[in-house]
């Protein structure tokens, strides 16, 4: 179990890492989080963290505390009594003097990788173009300013500018009200006068902006935190807290490293096959009688700095040992060809489907690259029919050590 002393927002609630627990506890001088532990049969099951605030001028609770559990320092030195405690910030004060009707500017802003987002000012009102809150019920307004800040790529000695684009604003975007309930997008604000664009919000170039309104539906009184959560995972999450922006970054657990069967190194990219199969079948399609699918796991890692679009359908064909080229399945997950995105120092997996001559054993891929063409040898078909998957009964090819339905794995 790890205690980790966080910032703002403060999250209570435990994260369970494999066997370990990590848990958020809250500054000292303010409060103190209490800890519960369930064990079952020798080891943490459960973990319940919740916070305590002792009254003001009275340090009672704690002193309880640290003669039930016989502590020999003094409990306020071990939440931090020695340090002064913080004094209220002007941004924390502003939801207390928030009034209806009146523009608070806070002119705040975050950044992740690749956008800029500024919250100028927000405004709690009745009603806004037209649209009327419900009784009891405010209309808040956020003036915020949004930019690019995708750098101009290299294509062939060209430059290429990257767009930046949210299909729909209100998937990835929240606002937590006093850290309980979630306030989406209002579903009117497609049209409203000054709101920025809900469908295909774009930023098609570097430096390019957009300057309007995000306007959610919240309680008319007793607002003590506001959340505004962008959820962006190719290029970084971005939060608000009371006004306040910031980038959260962090580092995620390694990812397991797979054996390759081929590797190909061309800068930016190193691509590895992991994995293959094949099947007489394929996401309920049969193939052809003289034909079978070949399907192949691959991974992308982009050594660059900078993110870039990765385009399997140009760069891996199927080699036939006729000598003739072919390109990914019609049936296959990434059968239409849209390039995969890696962020710079990042890598990504995926599947990609062939349907090659059934006479093949020998099979291979080739590799078209900007400066370089190679062809990676696979592990030959030893000719064996399929199995079915123990569990979900799917035809299993007999390279394969996964069912690619179910994900059992395959024994030998």
Request: glycine letters at 10%; aromatic letters at 4%.
């Given at each position: 179990m790890c205690l980790v002393r966080g910032g703002k927002p403060f999250d209570p609630e435990p994260l369970r890492l494999g066997n370990a627990w990590v848990i958020d506890v809250?500054?000292?001088?303010?409060?103190?989080?209490?800890?519960?532990?369930?064990?079952?049969?020798?080891?943490?099951?459960?973990?319940?963290?919740?916070?305590?605030?002792?009254?003001r001028g009275s340090s009672q609770p704690l002193q309880d505390l640290r003669k039930k559990y016989g502590l020999r320092s003094e409990l306020e030195d071990l939440l931090g009594k020695s340090h002064p405690p913080e004094e209220t910030t002007e941004e924390e004060r502003l939801l207390d003097r928030l009034e209806p009707e009146v523009v608070e500017w806070i002119r705040t802003k975050g950044t992740n990788r690749a956008a800029r987002l500024v919250v100028h000012?927000?405004?709690?009102?009745?009603?806004?173009g037209g649209l009327q809150a419900p009784p009891g019920r405010g209309l808040l307004v956020l003036d915020t300013e949004w930019t690019n800040l995708i750098p101009i790529q290299f294509v062939y000695e060209r430059?290429?500018?990257?767009?930046?684009?949210?299909?729909?604003?209100?998937?990835?975007?929240?606002?937590?009200?006093?850290?309980?309930?979630?306030?989406?997008?209002?579903?009117?604000?497609?049209?409203?006068p000054g709101h920025v664009p809900v469908k295909e919000f774009s930023l098609p170039r570097f430096g390019s902006s957009i300057r309007g309104n995000l306007l959610f539906e919240v309680p008319g009184k007793g607002l003590e935190t506001l959340d505004l959560l962008l959820f962006d995972f190719a290029h970084g999450k971005i939060a608000a807290v009371d006004g306040l922006l910031f980038a959260l970054e962090g580092k995620r657990p390694d990812l397991p490293e797979r054996?390759?069967?081929?590797?190909?190194e061309e800068v930016p990219y190193q691509v590895a096959i992991v994995g293959q199969g094949v099947l007489q079948e394929f996401a309920g399609r049969k193939a052809e009688a003289d034909r079978k699918f070949l399907t192949v796991e691959v991974t992308v890692k982009n050594t660059?700095?900078?993110g870039r679009s990765f385009e399997s359908q140009k760069r891996l064909l199927y080699q036939a040992e006729s000598g003739r080229q072919s390109e990914l399945s019609p049936f296959g997950p990434w059968a239409s060809g849209e390039p995969v995105w890696i962020p710079g120092g990042e890598r990504r997996s995926f599947q990609l489907v062939y349907e090659i001559p059934a006479t093949d054993r020998k099979l291979r891929l080739a590799y078209q690259g900007e400066t370089r063409g190679?062809?990676?040898?696979?592990?030959?078909?030893?000719?064996?029919p399929e199995r079915d998957c123990p569990q979900c009964r799917a035809p299993v090819g007999s390279q394969d050590k996964f069912c690619q339905r179910c994900g059992?794995?395959?024994?030998p």
């Open positions: 809250p500054r000292g001088g303010k409060a103190f989080a209490k800890v519960t532990l369930t064990i079952k049969g020798g080891a943490i099951s459960g973990v319940r963290s919740e916070i305590l605030v002792p009254p000012s927000l405004c709690l009102r009745e009603e806004y430059k290429v500018p990257t767009e930046y684009k949210i299909l729909d604003l209100r998937e990835p975007l929240y606002l937590v009200v006093n850290g309980r309930s979630v306030s989406r997008l209002h579903p009117e604000a497609k049209g409203l054996q390759a069967i081929a590797r190909i660059g700095a900078m190679v062809v990676l040898d696979l592990e030959e078909d030893d000719g064996k059992a794995k395959i024994g």
